[in-house]
């Protein structure tokens, strides 16, 4: 039996046709409704996030504790979190003050100096200079004005809080993400049955095949891209610091939070030869051969990242292509805001898997996906 017969369309019944405007103004009032109420469904989502984020480190703690209930699990992964978070912060912190008051004197003296790079005319670093508001940058990256723009940040917030009580409420919105963490981590695995418990027996096989593909999707985007993107990030970093490229460190760690979106962390490609042209103004090294040491540590970790981490974590199925990513994140950011960078992929792979089931029957049977891996089946 061929692959074209599993595949023949459904006519277009009025009922089906009625059932097809039913799903898209229910999709439609879906929208309407996330956007009316993301004020108060955003630290929710946000919470439920980090709880999914964190719910292996509490399955690891369970193991390691070997008891069921997840109470302690829970408590132990959160404390475990906030160390983490608050070593990375007292060992970051004076680095990134160094390395911003270094890089403000490093702006002004290229402001300043005449340079000559072969291969390199002077247009181009006329053309820099007039478009980059370098004495502003290098304000910006002082201690001082660090002071300052935190100073007035908790006036405003002051004048505010006294003004209204929407910040009041706002504040609070957040402060419950902590509540809600705490709440969804503990009855993480009951809330995953309650709602596989919701769906009509009748309906199940392909309510749950949806089900796992977001699964599949959240995995592989959430969890192994944040662990790549974290090493990503690290290799980065190391690889700067060597070279000593400015801002090393911090630049490399900016291109992991990049590499979210797979092979996003190209578009740095200009950041990084306008650092190298700093350096070569501020320590006189040869702009060719800091920028090549530069792309020397794209390749080497590029290579990394494809050859090893990427197949040992992610596995050869990539899920989402990185252009489909990049894409939802757009359109879901520009239509829900922040709320909508959270859900982007979950309600894409949702949209993809409905239209893949309900409308083209790509899974209708189970046979489809045997004949589709298979390209030498051609009967």
């Avoid at 993301?38 to 292996?56: D, N, Q, T």
């Avoid at 001082?144 to 706002?170: D, M, P, R």
């Amino acid at each position: 039996m061929g692959k074209e017969q599993y595949f023949q369309r459904e006519p277009y019944t009025f009922d089906r046709v009625v059932r097809i405007v039913f799903t898209i103004v229910g999709i439609i009032a879906s929208l309407y409704l996330l956007d009316a109420l993301k004020g108060v469904l955003l630290p929710f989502f946000v919470a439920c996030l980090i709880s999914y984020m964190l719910e292996p480190a509490v399955k690891w703690n369970m193991r390691l504790l070997h008891i069921k209930s997840r109470f302690l699990p829970v408590v132990l992964t959160l404390l475990e979190a906030c160390l983490v978070i608050c070593v990375f912060c007292i060992l970051f912190f004076p680095y990134l003050v160094d390395e911003a008051s270094q890089m403000a004197v490093m702006l002004k003296n290229y402001a300043s100096a005449q340079i000559d790079v072969p291969y390199i005319s002077g247009p181009v670093h006329d053309f820099v200079k007039d478009n980059l508001d370098i004495d502003s940058i290098s304000r910006f990256l002082t201690p001082e004005e660090w002071k300052t723009i935190i100073k007035t940040a908790l006036t405003s917030s002051w004048n505010f809080l006294s003004s209204g009580l929407a910040f009041v409420i706002g504040l609070f919105s957040w402060l419950i993400v902590i509540l809600y963490v705490i709440f969804i981590m503990l009855d993480y695995e009951r809330i995953m049955l309650s709602f596989k418990q919701l769906v009509p027996f009748h309906h199940r096989d392909k309510v749950f095949h949806i089900g796992r593909d977001i699964e599949h999707a959240m995995n592989r985007y959430f969890r192994g891209q944040f662990f790549i993107a974290f090493i990503v990030g690290v290799l980065f970093a190391i690889g700067f610091a060597i070279i000593g490229l400015p801002m090393g460190v911090v630049f490399g760690l900016f291109i992991g939070i990049l590499n979210m979106v797979p092979y996003l962390q190209l578009i740095s490609l200009p950041i990084t030869a306008l650092l190298c042209l700093v350096s070569t103004a501020s320590t006189g090294v040869d702009f060719w051969v800091i920028f090549w040491e530069s792309m020397a540590v794209y390749v080497i970790v590029q290579c990394i990242q494809d050859l090893f981490l990427t197949p040992k974590i992610m596995g050869k199925a990539m899920g989402l292509n990185p252009a489909i990513i990049l894409l939802s994140l757009s359109v879901w950011g520009s239509l829900l805001g922040f709320m909508g960078l959270i859900i982007a992929l979950p309600l894409t792979t949702l949209l993809l898997s409905y239209y893949n089931i309900y409308i083209v029957n790509r899974y209708a049977r189970p046979e489809i996906e045997a004949l589709e891996g298979d390209p030498l089946n051609e009967n």
